[in-house]
């Protein structure tokens, strides 16, 4: 009951990983420059994401651009888009995978069977938050360093968005969910390894009637 337990929670945590990882794929806040003139009524929020560029007003007009060129991207841009789809679609493999193997539901079979598939579940939460937490800590890194440098003026420097945030959260929601899936497998097989099933050994009835047979040949 308590691995049951163990494993539902770690089905909760999966799923707010996995939107989380949508939600950060598809926000435009990896990078916030905000640029405030002489005036507020000038106040502009530059926001840039992995597939579009937006601007927010302060007079409450919101402006985006997709990016439509993928080779005139940066490096990091293109490898945080494809990893972080990778991340969506492994994540979502497992939600389905997982589903199958928990013992709470009726599906996956017998006990080996679910186990199987619960382990392989966790394997594909594991790859999910690893292949999240790549995008945000090379994403990062690259804010990091271009805030740092001194030859980049102060109007195109940024700041990390809360897409990148996110993207850190759901990434160490995918990789709990993925270790509690594997171990709650583990641990119940090593426990079937160390304590085997006892077999009890009955005397077959043959014996005992033939036993029986020569007994009354001698009396």
Not at 10 to 36: E, Q, R, S, Y
Not at 83 to 92: F, K, Q
Not at 140 to 163: C, M, V, W
Not at 193 to 215: C, D, M
Request: proline content about 4%.
């Amino acid at each position: 009951m308590a691995s049951a337990s163990l494993q539902f929670f770690a089905f909760i945590l999966a799923l707010f990983g996995v939107f989380g990882d949508i939600a950060a794929t598809l926000l435009p806040h990896w990078k916030v420059n905000a640029d405030v003139g002489s005036n507020i009524i000038t106040a502009i929020t530059q926001m840039q994401g992995l597939w579009m560029d937006c601007t927010w007003y302060s007079t409450g007009m919101f402006s985006c651009t997709l990016k439509y060129s993928i080779l005139s991207l940066p490096v990091y841009i293109q490898t945080a888009r494809t990893t972080m789809v990778l991340s969506c679609i492994l994540s979502a493999f497992g939600i389905c995978i997982t589903t199958v193997g928990m013992k709470c539901t009726r599906l996956g079979g017998d006990t080996d069977s679910k186990n199987n598939a619960s382990f392989a579940g966790g394997i594909c939460f594991i790859l999910a938050g690893i292949f999240g937490l790549i995008p945000t800590c090379w994403y990062t890194r690259e804010i990091i360093s271009n805030f740092l440098d001194q030859t980049i003026p102060e109007s195109s420097k940024h700041e990390p968005g809360g897409a990148v945030y996110t993207g850190f959260i759901s990434a160490g929601f995918l990789l709990t969910a993925g270790v509690i899936f594997c171990s709650s497998c583990f641990k119940r097989q090593q426990a079937a390894w160390i304590y085997p099933p006892k077999q009890h050994h009955f005397p077959s009835t043959e014996q005992e009637s033939n036993a029986g047979y020569s007994l009354k040949d001698y009396v």
